[in-house]
């Protein structure tokens, strides 16, 4: 980011496979007026190119919500919940029309998926929508993602696409997220305000300097640059390069694939983490706070290990053997998550213990430690 500071360059977008390309609804939507038919079939056209070339792609679209309110007649977005939903499930069909057209040309099969934050969390479902939707890449399918806007409410909700995209990339263990939106990349301040922002071409993506410049979204759009800055940490959990650029340059992908220097590349400084590690850091809700001494913070960052009872101070929320909580330190600091093998009460009564007293405190011992390191991911 800062000058003279040396990050990975294009180069690294050449030789890329499998990539997850992500259209957001300020771009689909053309500012708010119905879906840009015109627009989509060029994406549409540079996926196709990109086929040719041997890379498969899954793209994740917006656009559910905006569209349905076209359909319905709608001028202005509503803020009840079930409107919503109504809208979304009308407008999905007419994504996914738009979408079946446009790569019809192009003799490829779409697949559509539409996921919930309950499908990633659950391990199982995990799994599941993992081999699915590598099967359809490999079948030579461009899965079309959404999120499954009729299903979901405030409080479940992704709500912006870009966490989406980047959990798919992770789950496909895609070698880049490309996030096409209305502005160029990530600039030093936003540009709808400050004329004089300038754009930011490379960096890493877990700089703590990059969250500080993203702002929010506009009127149709939901995160902003805040959320794809996010995705970008994310995506490169799995070690995937995140690319922000816009949608409206001419070829971006094609050219973005030619190594050419357009939008912000933001790459993983890390070596990846594995896939169930990488899943328990995906979880967005937590149950729980649980504050570490000084100690126990020490042993889970140097050593991986398990987090035991005697190493936490104070416990906060509601949650129940198995439920994820937060670990942080004694400032609030972010240190890990992971999974609890006791209940809150429970817990509450083994903090601060040596774990051969457990099982005289409770009766009975489910493990010797809080959270094991299986369990437990550090952040
Ligand atoms: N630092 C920044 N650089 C570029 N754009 C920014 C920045 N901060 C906030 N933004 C805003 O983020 C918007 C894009 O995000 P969003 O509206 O959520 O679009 P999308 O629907 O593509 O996800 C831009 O229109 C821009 O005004
Ligand atoms: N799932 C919603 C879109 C969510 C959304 O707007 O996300 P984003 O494009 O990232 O700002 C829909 O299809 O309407």
Known sequence: MAKGEEVPGRDALKGMRRVVVKIGSALLTNDGRALDEAAIGGW???????????????????????????????????????????????????????????????????????????????????????????????????????????????????????????????????????ILTDQEGLFDADPRHDPNASLITEGRADD???????????ALGRGGMTTKVRAARLAARSGALTVIASGRQPEVLTRLVDGERLGTLLTPDQAPIAARKRWLAGQLQVRGTLTLDAGAVKVLRDSGSSLLPVGVKAIAGRFVRGEMVLCVDEEGRRIAKGLVNYGVDEAQRLIGQPSHRIEAILGYMEAPELIHRDNLVVL
Request: glycine content about 10%; hydrophobic content about 45%; overall charge negative.
């Open 44 to 178: 549409v056209d540079q996926i196709a190119a990109l086929h040719r070339r041997g890379i498969e792609v899954v793209l994740v679209s917006s656009g559910a919500v905006a569209a349905g309110m076209v359909r319905l007649g709608w001028q202005t977005r509503p803020s009840e919940v079930h409107a919503l939903q109504a809208a979304a499930a009308v407008g999905q069909n007419g994504l996914t029309e738009c979408y079946e057209g446009h790569f019809g040309r192009h003799q490829l099969t779409t697949a559509q998926v539409l996921l919930t934050h309950d499908d990633l969390s659950n391990r199982k479902r995990y799994l599941n929508a993992r081999s699915a939707l590598r099967t359809l890449v490999e079948l030579g399918v461009v899965p079309v993602v959404n999120e499954n806007d009729t299903v979901v409410t405030d409080e479940i909700r992704f709500g912006d696409n870009d966490t989406l995209g980047a959990l798919v990339a992770n789950l496909i263990e895609a070698d880049a997220l490309v």
């Open 208 to 218: 703590p300097r990059l969250a500080a410049v993203a702002g929010d979204g506009g």
